[in-house]
């Protein structure tokens, strides 16, 4: 039975994307994964998979004391990452990217362990940039990301066999939302949008107006449940959530925007840009100039109502996703790993 190692963290759009491949793996191969001690070890460890924890530094984009201490904590944690392969022994490692796939990555390389990475972004991260010539391939979600790299190969978008499976009728009655006014899926990522969250909140009479809304809130919170109106910090039933949604309003990660994508979903984009390396709007904006979805600026998040009724009204942007042809990368890349 072939041992494969997976890792990368820091956000949960590095581990779910694993964890569909994972789920897909876990009768015929033995599996276990490497962090750290952020939100990848509760999402994998309830997932019932081993989880070996490396304390790995992330750079922070300003400067701060805290860099400085990046060389030694990363030295550690090569180390520690190497300990572990040694032990273990695995025939593969394959990474999501982020700061906490490099120590396992970095030790395969080392050892002479065939390694993957998926990189989901139409930018490269920084760390996809260092791993790119430890490992057999790149795998990637945008084609044109892929002919970045030597040994890129663009497999599209790793996603959970589930989101596929959601019953419209069975959804509606789950949320007690009804069929005489569409249902607005609203997501801010695993720790939630803040600017998103507000906005919603502040805006929520008029929206209730026009929508039933679904309000996956993270961590950060947002108005209490009324008619019409269903707020979750979390929900592991995202099948049934995007079954329900007529149209979702998110943040431009990769990972997301594909599902919506890949489901038909006609989406409000407002990316992330304060604090981040712009992978967001990037991502974003791919998809808009391809009549694929609406982008509304943070700080244009005054106009959401409107923004969304455009959204509602608009026959191209449906007409372009039933036309699209993006679909879960799960298969393609589990067709890869039986070459290896």
């Not at 391809?290 to 005054?302: D, H, N, P, T, W």
């Amino acid at each position: 039975m072939k041992y494969i190692l997976f890792c990368g963290g820091g956000s949960a759009g590095h581990v779910v994307p694993n964890l569909a491949v994972m789920n897909e793996l876990k009768y015929s191969h033995k599996l276990a994964y490497m962090g750290t001690g952020g939100i990848e070890k509760t999402l994998v460890t309830n997932a019932g998979y081993p989880f070996f924890e490396v304390d790995c530094p992330k750079l922070v984009r300003s400067f701060t004391l805290e860099n400085c201490k990046i060389p030694a904590r990363l030295h550690a944690a090569k180390k520690r990452a190497t300990e572990i392969l040694e032990a273990e022994k695995p025939d593969l490692v394959f990474s999501k990217g982020g700061f906490a796939s490099y120590p396992a990555v970095w030790a395969a390389h080392k050892l002479n362990i065939p390694a993957l990475t998926h990189e989901s972004d139409f930018t490269p991260g920084l760390a996809t940039k260092l791993l790119a010539k430890k490992c057999k391939y790149v795998l990637t979600s945008f084609p044109e990301t892929a002919k970045l790299f030597e040994n890129g190969v663009c497999v599209g978008s790793p996603m959970r066999k589930e989101l596929f499976r959601g019953d419209r009728q069975r959804a509606l009655k789950k949320y007690s939302f009804t069929e005489g006014k569409p249902v607005l899926l609203v997501l801010g990522g695993g720790s939630g949008s803040k600017a998103i969250n507000e906005a919603v909140e502040k805006r929520l009479p008029e929206l209730l107006k026009q929508w039933q809304i679904l309000h996956l809130t993270g961590k950060n919170g947002a108005c209490p449940a009324q008619e019409g109106y269903v707020p979750r910090e979390f929900e592991s039933d995202m099948g049934s959530a995007y079954a329900a949604a007529d149209c979702v309003l998110c943040r431009a990660g990769s990972n997301t925007v594909f599902e919506a994508l890949a489901l038909k979903k006609p989406a409000l984009l407002v990316p992330l840009e304060r604090g981040s390396r712009g992978d967001q709007l990037q991502n974003a904006l791919y998809f808009e100039k391809r009549g694929l979805c609406m982008i509304l600026r943070e700080a244009e998040l005054s106009a959401l109502p409107a923004a969304l009724s455009r959204l509602k009204k608009d026959d191209a942007l449906r007409f372009a996703l039933s036309a699209c042809e993006i679909k879960n990368g799960t298969p393609a890349i589990l067709e890869l790993i039986k070459t290896l």
